[in-house]
């Protein structure tokens, strides 16, 4: 699942939002290193409602136009799931390595976090 997939489900998984809401949230969630385009944004949100991932959860008109609020299936927060606990295992095994390895800054006690 490519990041901005992810960070897209993420971002629904707290409850219904509009495309502009997704890609706020999305932006939150990366901390700025993630900016989703509006076409980006609306091809993936269009894939991940084909794969069933996410709904159309309502419609409105908003200053003549329409606002689409988009939620996460239970298939999509499955997937999602299954994708978080893949990454932990991942970034367990590189900060794993990454400690033992010798003359290294983050071979020292204290790397990622852990008490010095």
């Known amino acids: 699942m490519q990041e901005p997939t992810f ?3 993420t971002a629904l998984a707290t ?3 509009h495309g ?3 890609t706020r949230e999305v932006a939150e969630l990366s901390e700025g290193a993630v900016t989703l385009r509006a076409g980006t944004l609306y091809g993936a949100l269009d894939r991940l409602v084909e794969q069933e991932l996410v709904a159309v959860d309502r419609q409105e008109i908003v200053d003549g136009r329409l606002r689409r609020y988009y939620r996460l299936t239970d298939a999509g927060a499955a997937r999602l799931a299954e994708q978080a ?3 932990r295992k991942h970034a367990a095994a590189a900060e794993s390595r990454l400690q033992a390895r010798p ?3 983050f071979g020292l006690p204290g790397a990622f976090g852990a008490p010095a």
């Open 15 to 17: 409850g219904p939002k």
């Open 103 to 105: 003359d290294s800054a």
């Open 20 to 22: 502009y809401g997704v």
């Open 7 to 9: 960070l897209i489900l």
């Open 85 to 87: 606990r893949r990454l």
